[in-house]
């Protein structure tokens, strides 16, 4: 069964977000790094939070791994890019790790 990870970038008063970075660089990396154990990746940034409201998030990045051995060695892998989160933004970013139902 296909794991996941969801990596949530909340939009708090005051914080910063460089997408110009964050899909140039940062996207680039997760798929140089983590690719060759996913599936799929999305990226979506976040432009409300429904009818007269600001988005709850500057973008949600979605990660589907292939299983959880997958997901296991990706994460062995991940300090990169937990080390580039500071130069694309200030925010404290959300991650939930979990199994894909559908």
């Given at each position: 069964?296909?794991?996941?990870?969801?990596?949530?970038?909340?939009?708090?008063?005051?914080?910063?977000?460089?997408?110009?970075?964050?899909?140039?660089?940062?996207?680039?990396?997760?798929?140089?790094?983590?690719?060759?154990?996913?599936?799929?990746?999305?990226?979506?940034?976040?432009?409300?939070?429904?009818?007269?409201?600001?988005?709850?998030?500057?973008?949600?990045?979605?990660?589907?791994?292939?299983?959880?051995?997958?997901?296991?060695?990706?994460?062995?892998?991940?300090?990169?890019?937990?080390?580039?989160?500071?130069?694309?933004t200030d925010c404290q970013p959300q991650m939930l790790i979990g199994e894909v139902l559908g």
């Amino acid at each position: 069964m296909s794991s996941s990870v969801q990596v949530l970038y909340p939009a708090t008063e005051g914080t910063h977000f460089d997408y110009d970075y964050y899909v140039n660089t940062h996207l680039k990396m997760v798929a140089e790094i983590w690719g060759p154990y996913m599936k799929t990746a999305l990226a979506t940034k976040g432009l409300s939070g429904g009818p007269d409201t600001p988005p709850g998030f500057h973008a949600i990045a979605t990660l589907v791994f292939n299983d959880g051995d997958a997901l296991k060695e990706g994460m062995s892998k991940a300090q990169p890019l937990l080390d580039d989160i500071p130069k694309f933004t200030d925010c404290q970013p959300q991650m939930l790790i979990g199994e894909v139902l559908g």
